[in-house]
């Protein structure tokens, strides 16, 4: 199996820590269990900020980091050895795991941090947390230096500065390094598989959540325990609703079908969109828009690579795009002035990416100073344009109505341009239906 290894972990608190001003102190939360409804809790996902920093898994921990502490920089609070809540919810590392298997330096129960950790801020001149981004968490912070302020007349210093952590900590997380790209190739891996599968298996009858089952199977069987996000099996007019998400319509005869789904490994995400014809094979019209949308994906490759900006792939696919959809007359017009009027938004309404990584929509900043960020090896991003048209479109004829294309793939930026991740599954019109064909 890979996974990010424990060393990885090391590297990265050092790394942040090295970034840290002196003197400063950073708290992170984990993330907290999520309620379903009554007794049942949501399968436990890590904070991916959390994981980034330390590998472990389990809900009701903080980390603590103080660089230049001379009793060790990582401190971790987390739940304390229980037999009897082991029994009833898992194994827990305890305190002692929390050192001898996860790296922490000094590690205490989660149930002392309001007398502790007031004592680990005092005398630091500054606090790193992510402000903002869980109330709950801020309060508490609030408390802990309110303790040290209440015991400013014994001579106790409570910091003076509060900083957002996000910006040096998201910084990291957009350069993938070679650990994290290796884990992201064998989730991109395992998506392509779950995406080939379902395509064999389509056939008009079927409901999506057929289809999702499929996904899931192989999801798993793979070596991935989770999708990265809720999958989206979209058939016939629900490929034209960007997050669809209830899975529960059937695949019908003559219409398509759009998958969006991948799977997640040590919290590192893939994310994968195909379409394809429910009964394997494209009609004219179907084709004509997915070649579109195919040529539009292949002109957005050409420009993703060291120094080009952020944009010139989204610019590649709406400039392949309006111009496609001139020619087949659903848009009328010069295709400058189309797109400086934005026209294509009526069928191309979003954007033709976003970072990937332990977010599927992953941190890091697209713009820097006003302009588009500049790519740089390292740096993961989705390359996912698309055409919709929308069921009640009156503006085209009806035999275009209700079709909806995506294709989305997965790439790193290298020193010559890109690395495709998801090059696994079957693309061009031939190799899907000749795909299809042979699992009929
Ligand atoms: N799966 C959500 C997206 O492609 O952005
Ligand atoms: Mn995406
Ligand atoms: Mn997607």
Redesign the pocket.
Known sequence: MIHIPKAEYTRRRKALMAQMEPNSIAILPAAAVAIRNRDVEHVYRQDSDFQYLSGFPEPEAVIVLMPGRQHGEYVLFCRERNAERELWDGLRAGTEGAIRDFGADDAFPITDIDDILPGLIEGRDRVYSAMGSNAEFDRHVMEWINVIRSKAHLGAQPPNEFVALDHLLHDMRLYKSAAEVKVMREAARISCAAHVRAMQASRAGLHEFSLEAELDYEFRKGGAKMPAYGSIVAAGRNSCILHYQQNDALLKDGDLVLIDAGCEIDCYAS?ITRTWPVNGKFSPEQKAIYEIVLASQEAAFKQIAPNKHWNQAHEATVQVITAGLVKLGLLQGDVDELIASEAYRAFYMHRA??WLGMD?HDVGEYKVGGEWRVLEVGMAL?V?PGIYISPDNQTVAKKWRGIGVRI?DDVIVTKQGCEILTGGVPKTVAEIEALMAAAR
């Open positions: 994310d990416g976003h599927v989705t996912e989305e």
